[in-house]
């Protein structure tokens, strides 16, 4: 019996993960990996912090390499090989190798293509300059850590999730950042109020945030480059890092004629297998189907990656007996100094963009018990559909204890659970681990109390005078940072106070967290006021060292 030819085209996330899961299966199969980069199955994500040097040793990135793809899983792996182009007739693939310059086909039976994406480098006047860098492999990492050794003052250009550990982890080795990002706010992948904590972060930690501004050109000057703003700021550094996003690499796909997306992802099917059935895909160069919506999405992200190679590979040999890929649901965390934010399916940005009906609460409370020592806030929000009460997405920020709960409602979301299955999941708990009633628990206590009519909410103090804004927080502390237009009724006290306000006028509590104006809200509400309470309170999302600005 001769053994099935498979080739790889792409050695990490998504190659790799498909090689070493046909391996397992099929001990006969002869399988070669291709991979343009000098380096194979790396680990790319922790590339930033070899930069910053928490991670000090280059060599643990490193893996695998060849030879030890061969000895532990007898892949034939060739590096500094790239793909060219795919004889779909001919089942065969030519490969240039980039050392000797020669080229040579290779056939398959059956194609895995994992070319991952590319960072976006916008054409513009300077950005050819040898002190702009990208970060994807091993060898963008040593260009940078270079850089760092006589270069004290960066600019990083896009605050997502790479672009904001590449600050951190820049300023964390003394070099002087500057943050500039389009959007009127880091990391676009959040709604803006999940991330004000975040950004204070960066600027407690010297960061220089340049929000709603674009890059138009680079210049260099004798003594650095200068990256020239629209607003018309002028920034000037040893290096630019450019992370505005990455784009898929399928031009091998395109040219095979295989099927792409809207957005030029390779289309997959739910064992991802491309238009061509001899032709697998995985990884950041394709799209899949949403785990939440209906509709395709693409997800540029190591989990996702890994685990759709695993699905091709048990295809390959289980047919249909494999387990198809679910979708994906897009999953994402990422830390800055002492605090961590992160996604997790829809926010209310997208459902807004999108037309969904939703609903959307965000809670604040502690990582666990308040009187057991360490405890820090934590903001969660989540949002459903309206109809069904099905959770759709969360985002989460703090100083810990963030991924956790992320985790749980990445969960609770692939499970199709809805805001009701939030109150009583049974989460673990001792005083330094959580709280009898964890903030995933609140949240979906707040969504119900919304949905069931107990309680209306405000995410905007009211500017209409009309309007009575009553502050329900102690009040040496109202008196510290008081709300401009609010009266101070103690929510202690407000029974006792209930005539000082106007009944025949509207309300909206507030108080530092949210949960005291919405316990206000419930007793005016049954006195027969018009009330709403301000959503997640005035802290929601500030820095708790600073003082609240509102
Ligand atoms: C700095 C950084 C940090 C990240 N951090 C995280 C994180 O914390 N969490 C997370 O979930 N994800 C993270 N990611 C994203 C994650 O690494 C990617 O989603 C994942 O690696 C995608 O896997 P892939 O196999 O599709 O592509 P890749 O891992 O990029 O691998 C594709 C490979 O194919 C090779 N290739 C392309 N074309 C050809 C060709 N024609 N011939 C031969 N070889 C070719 C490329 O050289 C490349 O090495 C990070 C990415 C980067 C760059």
Redesign the pocket.
Known sequence: MTSIELLV?????????FAARARRLDETAHITV????P??S?A?????YHIGGEIPTRGVLAVQTPQSLKALLNLEVRTQ????SVDRAGKRVL?KNLVNGQDEWIGYDKLML??????VVPPMPGVDDARIFT???LV??DRIVKATLSGKRAVVIGAG??GL??AEQLRHKGVDVHLVELQRQILPQLDHKMTLLLESELRRKGIEVHLGDQVTRFAATKESLQTHLASGAVLDADFVVM?IG?RP?T??ARDAGLQLGKRGHIVVNAFMQTSDPDIYA?????ETQDRIMDGQTA????????R??RVAADHLFMGDKARPYPGSIG????RAFDVAAGVTGWTEQRLQMAGIAYGAVTVNDYQHATYFPGATPLTLKICWAEDTGRLLGAQASGQDGVDKRLDVLATAIAAKMTVEDLCHLELAYAPPFGSAKDIVNLAGFAATNLRDGLVVKTDVLPEDPAVQLVDVRAQGLAEAFPIAGAINIPIATLRDNLDKLDRKRPVVTLCSFGKMSYFAARVLAQNGFQVSSFAGGIKANLDPRIPPKL
């Open positions: 085209i792409g050695g990490v996330a998504a190659g790799a993960s291709i991979e343009r980069g380096d194979v790396f790319n994500c922790g590339l930033p090989c790239a793909a060219v490969v994992a070319p991952g994406a590319a960072p970060l994807r492999n963008d990492m999730f790479i550990e590449m992370s990455v690499e031009s091998l995985a990884g950041d160069a394709v997800v540029p992200l190591g989990g996702p990656a890994n759709q190679g999953t994402a965390i990422v």
